[in-house]
């Protein structure tokens, strides 16, 4: 218990700069068992955080992430309304993303609702999201990321959760790959969101009914490797009409091009996984005041 009231201490003075936060961290008392932080967001007029969005994406702004240190051990949660706002200082939080290929080995592309309060209107992976500390299993590392994949693969793309064959805690359509930490403060034309995760990256090799849901994309495209490299390449010289989201840019440049060579073969793919090591990126690696204030 000491332990917990110490980490909330540093929290309240590190993230939140002293204003009024109420914080509740995993409790060893019950186990690990899942608990949340509530936030007062910082100096934000909260109804103005709202505008233009509707009643669907203001409820899934308070549901609730978990949030991590540096090393991706657990502290509690918060909603996504306040780990994604800047004056917050974005808190560490998990994510997930899944690249997901049809038999061709044509990569699921999804463009964000332009109605999404965070990076509306980019083009990203097929699907990006977080697991929830409040939906049990869901805090449990890779088995939990892959069980929220499934639940917003459903959610955003319609993707129906019984046309998974195996088992979400022994998947093996879902190849989980590896982790990556990034930071990026350019989340909304506003300036007041953006996003600071562990991305949990899973593959998958599926051929797939879509019926996605129009509160969370504008459109859904399948593009072979070159096509993606010259969308990336689109991006990087700022053209206005393909806006690519940081995380997908990383996980691309660093390991999509090598891990689709090994489609064919899913024992070729698992050996490039890596299990262990957390890839940091930007602002993530680079500014050592991130890195304390993620832990």
């Known amino acids: 218990m000491l332990q917990e009231k110490g980490r909330q201490a540093v929290w309240e003075r590190m993230v939140c700069g002293g204003a009024a936060v109420r914080v509740r961290l995993l409790g060893a008392a019950r186990g690990g068992a899942s608990r949340a932080m509530s936030s007062v967001a910082r100096g934000e007029d909260v109804s103005a955080l709202y505008d233009g969005a509707d009643e669907e994406q203001r409820r899934l702004m308070q549901e609730q992430v978990i949030l991590v240190d540096r090393d991706d051990q657990i502290l509690g949660g918060l909603s996504k309304q ?10 560490l939080h998990r994510a997930f993303s899944v690249l997901l290929f049809d038999s061709q080995h044509r990569m699921l592309l999804q463009q964000r609702a332009s109605t999404k309060l965070t990076f509306p209107s980019y083009w990203t992976n097929a699907c990006c999201s977080h697991p929830l500390l409040s939906i049990p299993g869901e805090p449990d590392g890779v088995v939990g990321a892959r069980r929220a994949a499934v639940r917003k693969l459903n959610h955003e793309l319609g993707i129906a959760e019984a046309s998974w064959s195996s088992p979400l805690d022994t998947n093996d359509e879902l190849t989980y790959m590896t982790r990556v930490h990034y930071r990026s403060d350019e989340g909304s034309s506003c300036g007041r969101w953006g996003e600071h995760e562990i991305d949990y990256v899973f593959t998958c090799v599926k051929d797939v009914e879509l019926n996605p849901s129009p509160n969370e994309v504008d459109a859904v495209k399948y593009v072979t490797q070159s096509e993606l490299n010259d969308m990336m390449a689109s991006a990087q010289r700022g053209d206005p009409d393909v806006k690519i989201t940081p995380w997908f840019a990383h996980i691309v440049s660093s390991f999509a091009n090598n891990w689709w060579a090994s489609l064919g073969d899913p024992s070729a793919l698992r050996a490039q996984a890596d299990l262990v090591t957390i890839h940091r990126f930007g ?13």
Do not use: F
């Open 283 to 295: 602002a993530a690696r680079d500014d050592p005041a991130h890195h304390e204030k993620s832990t």
């Open 82 to 91: 306040d780990s994604h706002l800047i004056s917050n200082d974005l808190p």
